[in-house]
């Protein structure tokens, strides 16, 4: 079941060559998965099991014929197509799952909450200092006060957000560690849709960190405001 799951390409081409001396002995391999490109590389007969009932069985060439690929043949006879949501959803799933991808979102957060801090004192000297006028002296600085509060507002949300990059690259470099990367491209041979579904993954982990982030920022900018 699954036999190459989190292997490494190396670790995949092993196994699939042991399999493959094992059946040319005359031994037979009852092989599970869902890596149908893997799959079509490796056995001789096919069974596609769908909700329970075995809706093909027979020779892998009998059952690929007038289809381009495995793939292409299991949601014809399925009468499904994969959808772009169900690549995106596998992508997210697979990304929250990673301990280092929970550790980089976590370390960004801290980094944008000192920046948030930073700020909160900021407007409390602000506002301790504010004048009839409207401006106010931070630092031995005069300020405007209500161009002041909302451009350090905005810039305390987006100056960590050029770390955001890490975030990719760090979710990439677990997927590719763990032997990850290389069963998404088996799973998905359509190169441009795992890409559009890693893309599409990394911008919902971006978005939830900007609502904590921006969400902080409203918490803080209130509490200085109104101390």
Not at 121 to 135: K, V
């Amino acid at each position: 079941d699954e036999p190459v799951n989190g292997l490494d390409p190396e670790g995949i081409r092993t196994i699939r060559a042991f399999l493959r001396s094992y059946a040319d002995d005359g031994n037979t391999v009852l092989l599970s998965s869902h890596l149908m490109g893997e799959t079509a590389q490796t056995v001789d007969d096919i069974v596609i099991i769908n909700k329970g009932r075995i809706i093909a069985d027979g020779a892998l060439e009998q059952i690929i014929a007038g289809h381009a690929s495995l793939e292409d043949a299991f949601f014809a006879l399925t009468g499904s197509r994969p959808g772009q949501s169900c690549i995106v959803r596998s992508e997210l799933t697979k990304a929250l799952t990673l301990p280092s991808v929970w550790i980089i979102m976590v370390i960004l957060t801290a980094v944008d909450l000192l920046f948030q801090l930073q700020l909160f004192l900021f407007n409390q000297e602000l506002i301790a200092n504010l004048r009839g006028d409207g401006t106010s002296v931070v630092n031995s600085v005069p300020v405007v006060a209500d161009e002041s509060v909302f451009g350090d507002y905005v810039a305390s949300i987006f100056n960590p957000a050029i770390l955001l990059p890490l975030l990719s690259t760090v979710t990439a470099g677990a997927e590719f560690r763990t032997g990850q990367l290389g069963m998404s491209v088996l799973a998905v041979p359509r190169r441009m849709r795992l890409l559009v579904g890693k893309i599409v993954a990394v911008a919902f982990q971006i978005l939830i960190l900007g609502t904590l982030w921006i969400g902080a920022a409203k918490v803080l900018l209130h509490l200085a405001l109104h101390s």
